[in-house]
């Protein structure tokens, strides 16, 4: 799975990250998805789109990294960026998706929250399930970011996805779930896949404790500002 190449219909994410069609990256960048992610609350009365989707680019290339063991967020994740990339594209003119506010005041007016998902899927309900999968990774996050190198990274996966992703799957994705979180790795081996292999070495434990602390800190803030905003318009139980 390292070599997988993610590939969304935004072009704005690819010029932004600096990728092209013929690049393959290796290694998961910890550093751009702070950044993205920082770049979208920049203004919490207008979040950003665009910067939301291409840290969520960068982090399903971590979960890919990490091979099928997160395939059940994986999956759900790169179909949702996708999703949101064409209604971003297509609404270019309009800006009706420029942010997480004037998505949900588009829809709202157009009422297209409730609509038929097989038909089209409405931009907020899509978005609130990356919303759901962010509480996941900065609790993740943060509890990786506490262990020794050579502690298992299991037990706190297990436990994050309990409190968080857990509440809104069925008990067939939960149970497969648990048991594919038993064969995560080694704190140290989990730090190496996510680096394709090699850690640079000019990163020391220390200094990937840091940023992954950082990355869980924007995470949340994030999180709380995307969950005050749905709840606001009484959202975040959309079907």
Known sequence: MADHKIQTQNEHNLDKTGETSGDIKKSFDIELVCEALQRCIEDKNAIDLTHYLRGFTELLRFFNLLGKVFVFVANDVESKINILDVYLKESENGHQYQTLQSMIAYEKTSNLLKIDISKRPSGARTLLRLHRALEFVAQFM??????????????????????????????????????????????????????????????????????????????????????????????????
């Open 142 to 239: 943060l509890e990786v970011s506490r262990l020794d190198d050579d502690k298992g990274t299991a037990e706190v996966a297990r436990l994050c996805y309990k409190r968080t992703l857990a509440k809104y799957h069925p008990w067939v994705i939960k149970q497969s779930a648990s048991l594919a979180m038993y064969t995560l790795p080694y704190r140290y081996q989990l730090v190496q896949r996510a680096y394709g292999g090699t850690v640079p070495s000019s990163m020391s434990s220390v200094t990937i404790s840091d940023s992954m602390n950082r990355l869980a800190v924007i995470a949340d803030e994030v999180f709380h500002a995307t969950e005050k905003l749905f709840d606001e318009h009484d959202l975040l139980d959309l079907p």
